[in-house]
């Protein structure tokens, strides 16, 4: 420990926001209530250091552009999430509920990666640990190295020594610097932490993940300012009593943020989920009322989704509306368009939707399959299994186009639906010739139901 004079400072546990003196309210983020005093020292003695040539401006016209060459983590889902691979000297921040399989992920790629040095270092788990769960998941690369450390210093010796070509930290919480007199886990340590991670990354063109557990309210590490000192921020997302996991993309310089990927989880590792459709359309021997296919897309992707609704009578006066993985707010609008145009008594039902899979859906594609699911739990009759929907709906009751539909109708007839419902106005421009799936095309809600329920 260093021995000049300890400082305090208040941190913002919100956004991570320093200040010199306590203050009722955070003037970055506005938050009340949310300084905490630690203890910095001043004089950051800096635990990576660059060599002492210091960069000079160059004419622009020098400076040579390498398309940046990603690396490939055989790992297709997070390869694409990533938007192509690893791009080197990012920082990339994996975040998720303790125990939703972060470190399994991580230690996966770890050890299938092809032909690359990988140093794993855990503040987590001790060696044999990890080594009991590397043998689980199977060790396909001899150049994987395990590390039990967290004092940042003594990882950098490591990384001096064994020069890795992509570091893992696990997890940014447990790390410490000696330039701070404050334990593992506080902001000051965190920030300054991944500000060494940040600086290491960037100085010597090694990607570093580092893996961050989330706080119950949902932010990641606490201090949202992770969130800025990364370029990628990745959330690992699933519910403990599905198999499920989906690795979303909150954040991405080098690419798309709409991607996503899924795994399910085994006994031998995170299984890549390569055709969605397959695992969100429950098998079932028979049909039930209630239960409508949506084609969707997340990201570039198609997929197809069961949308599970439960309409009864409301035995107290208020109905209650409930829904999971779709917006309540949506779920309530689409329900006064079909009271409203569609001559639908609801107000006196309690309605329950839920998507299935613990899946999040924000396309508003969706909304033809909900209204479907609604009714035909309501009426408790069948929509025939081999009907998807494909179609958003406005507000006076008209069903509106939407994007992609060639994809969607492709992902359909290739599961084997036999009929698609969609938008007039989306027939155009889409090749209904030579298909084996028959598209119908509807402007009106009215017309919908017609079809399917008669
Ligand atoms: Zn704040």
Same mark, same amino acid.
């Given at each position: ?67 940046? #060459? ?100 696990? #997890? ?149 509306? #409930? ?132």
């Amino acid at each position: 420990m260093s021995k000049t004079k300890n400082k305090t400072a208040f941190f913002c546990k919100n956004c991570g926001a320093e200040y010199a003196k306590w203050m009722g309210k955070c003037s970055a983020c506005g938050e009340w209530n949310t300084l905490v005093e630690e203890v910095v020292t001043k004089e950051v003695k800096k635990v990576w250091t660059k060599d002492k040539r210091a960069s000079k401006p160059q004419a622009i016209h020098k400076i040579s552009f390498k398309k940046e #060459s990603r690396i490939n983590l055989n790992n297709n889902e997070l390869n694409r999430v990533l938007g192509g691979g690893l791009v080197p000297g990012s920082l990339i921040l994996l975040g998720g509920e303790p125990g939703i399989g972060k470190s399994t992920l991580l230690l996966q790629v770890s050890l299938k990666v092809k032909g690359l040095k990988i140093l794993y270092v855990s503040g987590e788990e001790s060696e044999q640990q990890i080594k009991m769960r590397a043998d689980r998941i199977g060790i396909d690369n001899e150049d994987c190295f395990i590390l039990n450390e967290t004092d940042t210093q003594a990882i950098f010796t490591q990384v001096k020594e064994i020069d890795p070509d992509i570091l893992v930290i696990d #997890s940014i919480q447990t790390l410490q610097t000696n330039s701070l007199d404050t334990s593992a886990g506080t902001i000051s340590q965190i920030r300054e932490c991944a500000g060494e991670m940040q600086r290491f990354a960037k100085e010597t063109g090694t990607p570093v993940f580092l893996i961050g557990h989330i706080t119950k309210d949902g932010s990641i590490a606490g201090p949202k300012i992770l969130e800025h000192m990364v370029d990628t921020v990745l959330q690992f997302e699933g519910d403990r009593h599905h198999g499920y996991r989906l690795l979303r993309s909150l954040k991405n310089r080098f690419g798309s943020t709409a991607e996503l990927g899924i795994y399910e989880m085994e006994s031998s590792g995170m299984r890549e989920v390569s055709n969605p459709s397959e695992i969100l359309l429950l098998q079932r021997d028979e049909q039930t009322s209630g239960v409508a296919i949506a084609a969707t897309m997340e990201g570039g992707r198609p997929m197809l989704i069961e949308v599970q609704a439960l309409a009864s009578s409301a035995v107290y006066g208020t109905p209650q509306r #409930s829904s999971t993985g779709f917006d309540i707010r949506r779920l309530n609008m689409l329900l006064a368009i079909i009271e409203k145009r569609a001559g639908f008594k609801l107000g006196q039902k309690d309605v329950f939707l839920n998507i299935a899979g613990g899946i999040r859906v924000d396309d508003p594609a969706i909304d033809l399959a909900v209204i479907a699911a609604v009714l035909s739990s309501n009426y408790d009759r069948f929509i025939n299994e081999k009907t998807c929907f494909a179609a958003e709906v406005g507000l006076s009751g008209e069903i509106r186009s939407v994007n992609f539909i060639d994809q969607r109708v492709s992902e359909a007839e290739k599961l084997g639906f036999e009929r698609i419902i969609v938008s007039k106005y989306n027939v155009k421009g889409l090749n209904a010739e030579n298909r084996k799936i028959k598209i119908l095309a509807f402007s009106k809600l009215e017309d919908v139901f017609k079809s399917i329920f008669s």
